[in-house]
């Protein structure tokens, strides 16, 4: 297995779709066990009014917290993936607790499938990302879905802004992540949206990518990137390009290459590299 890395800083954000929900703190269900809490389906945003009872677009998340938990939890974002047009929070209930057991408070939220509603051709993300670099740029459409995504996105920093303090969760400690369609939204959130919801301290980008990485500033938050060097959907020259651009302007990037690996290795990850992840968290949250 080829392993490449390079120095970074940062903080992490998760992100994937749940169902419908009231407002505020409550939650349609939740479950516990010894070392953590999870509460299930709060809504962070109104519901879309043409998802047509999608859960999978709706705007709540599921928050993981640990019981054996300090005065103030960093938060760990995480989006999932999906294409835009697929997947759901629940897909990635292992990482997500993983995550939280190292003493994070895990928010995992859904968010609109804008491929999933509006249906446009060459539109999806292997089509654009698969062969590498885009040389004109992303479909328009995938644009907008990353963009929608994203907003979405800093509706749950806003909910994290105004309802942190009563989950005990540290709002000057928050990372963002996600896999797939979920680290574009993440990447897109950190580094183009220019949001102002809460500071972003670090990213963690599974197999994910940004169409301009020239929208990178001096001193953007630090960077940690797991991607296959086999990927079939999302070429391993955006993990390239993002280290690029996060050296040239001299911001912190650790990046691993894996010798043989395709997309979408989760498992592996939960399994082998949630060490690395928190490690990576410890030092800039």
């Keep these: 297995m080829k392993h490449y890395q390079i120095k970074?800083?940062?903080?992490?954000?998760?992100?994937?779709?749940?169902?419908?929900?009231?407002?505020?703190f409550a939650q349609t269900n939740g479950t516990s066990s010894s070392d953590m809490k999870v509460l299930r389906n709060i809504r962070y945003g109104d519901q879309r009014t043409n998802i047509k009872q999608d859960s999978t677009s709706d705007r709540v998340l599921d928050l993981y917290l640990p019981l054996a938990k300090k005065e103030k939890l960093p938060v760990f974002v995480f989006v999932h993936g999906g294409g835009f047009s697929g997947g759901d929070k629940s897909g990635t209930k292992a990482l997500c607790s993983k995550i939280a057991s190292y003493g994070y408070a895990v928010i995992s939220i859904n968010y609109y499938l804008t491929l999933k509603h509006e249906k446009v051709s060459g539109a999806s993300c292997s089509g654009n990302m698969s062969k590498g670099l885009p040389v004109k740029g992303f479909h328009p459409k995938l644009g907008e879905a990353i963009k929608n995504a994203s907003d979405d996105t800093q509706l749950a920093l806003k909910w994290i802004k105004d309802n942190g303090k009563g989950y005990g969760l540290d709002t000057r400690s928050i990372a963002i992540s996600g896999g797939s369609a979920g680290a574009m939204t993440a990447l897109y959130t950190a580094y183009a949206s220019?949001?102002?919801?809460?500071?972003?301290?670090?990213?963690v980008n599974l197999w994910g990518g940004l169409e301009d990485s020239n929208l990178i500033k001096k001193g953007a938050a630090p960077l940690l990137t797991f991607h296959g060097d086999q990927d079939k959907l999302i070429h391993v020259d955006y993990a390239y390009d993002l280290e690029r651009k996060m050296k040239e302007k001299g911001n912190q990037v650790i990046t691993n290459i894996y010798e043989g690996k395709g997309h979408a290795i989760y498992g592996f990850i939960t399994d082998e590299k949630t060490g690395e992840i928190d490690a990576f968290l410890k030092r800039n949250l």
């Design 8 to 24: 970074l800083a940062g903080l992490i954000l998760f992100i994937g779709l749940g169902v419908k929900l009231s407002t505020g």
């Design 194 to 203: 220019n949001q102002k919801v809460l500071p972003i301290k670090a990213v």
